[in-house]
């Protein structure tokens, strides 16, 4: 499985993030390896998929054991929630309320898996806040 993982590194670097995860999905019994999550969330961060990339980060952390890999999780975990911040402020210039609630939703993730709460509970408000404002309601 190692090997495998190694293979679908190899492969996103010659042909994108993209196809690099669709092999780290496939692979099994590496559950337990802090790399296998390390490599899911930075394949996904390299899509913008933040909300996602913040959960493979924090089961990384969860699994790390060396105090150097966990500092640097830790560094990309925080960089997803500023990325998905400035998302947001962008966002809130124009009058796209779709991208703006997506924003909103994967900035709320980004927080709470970074585990800061109070900036998470606060993107959830101005979710609500902005679907109150469009009519539309999150589910909760």
């Known amino acids: 499985p ?5 293979r679908a590194v ?3 670097m010659a042909h994108g993030p993209e196809e690099g995860l669709a092999l780290v999905d496939r692979i099994e019994g ?3 390896y802090h790399l296998l999550h390390a490599t899911r969330a930075d394949f996904l961060r390299r899509l ?4 996602e990339a913040a959960e493979s980060y924090r089961l990384a952390l969860e ?3 060396n105090e150097t890999e966990r500092a ?3 560094r990309r975990l925080a960089e997803g929630a500023a990325n998905a911040s400035q998302a947001v402020s962008l966002l809130e210039r124009t009058a796209d309320r779709l991208w703006l609630s997506q924003a909103l939703y994967a900035l709320s993730y980004c927080c709470y898996f970074a585990g ?5 509970l606060e993107a959830a408000a101005r979710l609500d806040a902005l679907g109150e404002a469009t009519g539309s309601r999150r589910a909760r």
């Not at 190692?2 to 190694?6: F, G, S």
């Not at 913008?48 to 909300?51: G, L, T």
């Open 30 to 32: 590496l559950e337990r």
């Open 72 to 74: 640097f999780l830790e």
């Open 63 to 65: 699994l790390v054991g």
């Open 10 to 12: 190899a492969v996103a």
């Open 2 to 6: 190692v090997a495998a993982l190694n």
């Open 48 to 51: 913008d998929r933040c909300a």
């Open 116 to 120: 800061d709460f109070d900036s998470a």
